[in-house]
């Protein structure tokens, strides 16, 4: 595994200087390796993990159940592309089981949602269904947990 | 009323521990990096944690069999077996202690007599002098050299033997070292006790966490089983420190006989703890390998950069401590640890803490994050260059 990748998965939030210092390698050197990591579409990008429940964070999040019928010559990927790339969509995958595609779509607000799925969503070509399920709270998003308070290790500060 | 003259004669002289002196002094500042700590950074994996929980809503909650519970002991064998290579039976040759703290303690109270020599390597961890004196044993320390990485050797051990030695404790990886012996060297060792007549105490508990060519236990080579009480843990491998559960494993007569010891004094290790002990053992591998990467890494760069700096230090084979010499500040370890605490807010351990030929050098412990590692180490680099004598 790539050093730097490595360290981004354990390492928190190091600065490049810092990871430099930690991996043995020049600043420039740790820049080369995130650029490869970009350009082999390993490392897709930063985004900061939110509480969405809070003020200045909220929004409304749903998870969405596509059936849809797959297309000769393009399967199910064309239309997952198709959907992927509106802006509400933040993930999309295809799935195994009773339905097709799972979305998971935000927006500012309940109604922005609604119309995305029943104008945008449900009314493409080759989509046969849709079910929205509209998140109520989160626990844990992206390895985080939300209300739990940071663990206190507790540690004494020096011990045998 | 002067009520030290209560006190038993024995424990009046024992000396306290050094660290506790150090504890102390950082325990009044704030804002300190500690690298003097002893155990790992990462809590108990949550499913250790969870199944401890579990047992406590199914009311475990009672005494068990002195020895542990027995699927504990069968999951201790089993993965002794596996790991280490010896094989012990659950029935007889395996007690479940609180700590290896406490396998050691009631080793020592099941085997000395008054006046029996007892070996052990030094530096070494704090606690090994004292429980030899609390048996009214005689201590023999056998040093250990930066030069050889800090692995103890069949010619120091030979030198350092006398009439009337009896047992021999290791602990290897070693704190506060780090060092640890080849297969070789162990080899050596060996056939030293069986010429020697040596029982070994050998305590692993960072066996785990050896980075470079694995870990051997001595109990595994040829004719030593017989002749070993092997002691592990939790603390260290899977973060249990808190926790307070270990293990000894050996030939049925001895474990016989610290289990007397140990069914007297503490009955039996707590239940939770060997509950999330058996946890442990049964799924806790992924943990124990994600967290040696991790330390294997840290440890990469600590050691690196107290080279860099001019704290010369080897590359600990195993264990999450890096033992640096100090000489290059023209100071003694005790005066470098207290001038780093006071100058720069990082705290080590000053290697006197582990016995008299720790003089020189510091532990530093790299069980810290990265942010605090790099930290520390741009500190301990200025503090350094302002000691450093200027060169005539």
Same mark, same amino acid.
């Given at each position: 595994m790539n050093p730097v990748l490595k360290l981004l998965l354990e390492g928190g939030s190091l600065s490049t200087a810092q990871m430099a210092q930690v991996l043995n390698l020049t600043e420039a050197k740790v820049n080369r390796h995130l650029e490869q990591l970009k350009k082999e579409r390993i490392l897709l990008g930063w985004r900061p993990v939110l509480n969405l429940s809070k003020e200045g964070a909220s929004a409304v999040r749903a998870v969405i159940e596509v059936r849809i019928t797959p297309e000769r %010559?393009?399967?199910?990927n064309r239309f997952a592309e198709r959907i992927s790339r509106?802006?509400?969509?933040e993930s999309c995958y295809l799935m195994s089981g009773g339905y097709d595609l799972l979305v998971f779509a935000t927006g500012s607000s309940l109604q922005k949602v609604a119309a995305f799925v029943s104008e945008k969503l449900s009314t493409?070509? %080759?989509?046969?269904s849709t079910s929205t399920h509209f998140l109520?709270?989160?626990?844990?998003e992206q390895g985080f947990l939300m209300d739990v308070p940071t663990e206190e290790n507790g540690r004494l500060t020096v011990t045998p | 009323m002067d009520t030290n003259r209560f006190i038993a004669r024995h424990v009046v002289t024992l000396p306290k521990s050094g660290i506790r002196d150090f504890f102390e002094i950082v325990a009044k500042m704030k804002d300190v990096i500690s690298l003097?700590?002893?155990?790992?950074?990462?809590?108990?994996?949550w499913h250790i944690r969870e199944a401890a929980i579990y047992a406590l809503e199914k009311g475990k909650t009672h005494y068990t069999s002195n020895l542990g519970l027995i699927e504990l002991r069968r999951a201790i064998c089993k993965y002794v077996g596996q790991h280490y290579g010896m094989e012990y039976q659950p029935e007889g040759e395996v007690l479940v202690t609180v700590g290896v703290s406490e396998a050691l303690d009631i080793a020592l109270r099941a085997l000395v007599n008054p006046g029996d020599k007892v070996m052990f390597h030094q530096p070494?961890?704090?606690?090994y002098h004292p429980s030899v004196t609390l048996t009214h044993g005689l201590g023999v320390p056998v040093p250990t050299q930066a030069a050889d990485n800090f692995a103890l050797t069949a010619a120091a051990l030979s030198a350092a033997w006398q009439p009337g030695c009896k047992l021999l404790m290791l602990n290897?990886?070693?704190?506060?070292?780090?060092g640890t012996c080849s297969r070789g060297q162990l080899g050596q060792i060996a056939r030293f006790c069986i010429e020697k007549d040596l029982l070994v105490l050998s305590?692993?508990?960072?066996?785990?966490?050896?980075?470079?060519?694995g870990h051997v236990s001595?109990?595994?080579?040829?004719?030593m089983q017989e002749r070993t009480i092997f002691l592990h843990g939790f603390s260290k491998a899977f973060a249990m420190?808190?926790?307070?559960i270990g293990y000894a494993c050996g030939p049925a007569p001895l474990i016989e006989a610290m289990m007397k010891v140990h069914q007297y004094s503490?009955?039996?290790?707590s239940i939770i703890s060997q509950e999330g002990a058996l946890e442990a053992l049964v799924r806790g591998e992924d943990g124990v390998k994600r967290m040696r990467e991790q330390y294997q890494r840290r440890r990469d760069f600590v050691v690196r950069r107290f080279n860099e700096i001019g704290l010369t230090c080897h590359l600990p084979r195993g264990s999450f401590y890096a033992f640096p010499s100090v000489a290059v500040s023209g100071l003694n370890e005790k005066d470098f640890a207290l001038g780093l605490l006071q100058a720069e807010k990082v705290a080590v351990v000053p290697?006197?803490?582990?016995?008299?030929?720790?003089?020189g050098f510091v532990r530093a412990c790299f069980a810290a994050s990265y942010e605090q590692l790099v930290e520390a180490c741009t500190r301990i680099e200025r503090y350094v260059r302002g000691k450093k004598p200027p060169k005539k």
């Open positions: %010559g393009g399967g199910f509106f802006d509400e969509v493409i070509e %080759g989509v046969l109520l709270r989160s626990y844990k | 003097g700590i002893g155990e790992p950074d990462f809590v108990t994996p070494c961890y704090v606690s290897l990886p070693c704190n506060p070292t780090g305590d692993e508990i960072y066996s785990e966490l050896t980075f470079e060519g001595i109990a595994s080579l040829p004719g420190t808190g926790w307070r503490m009955m039996c290790a290697g006197t803490a582990f016995g008299a030929n720790g003089a």
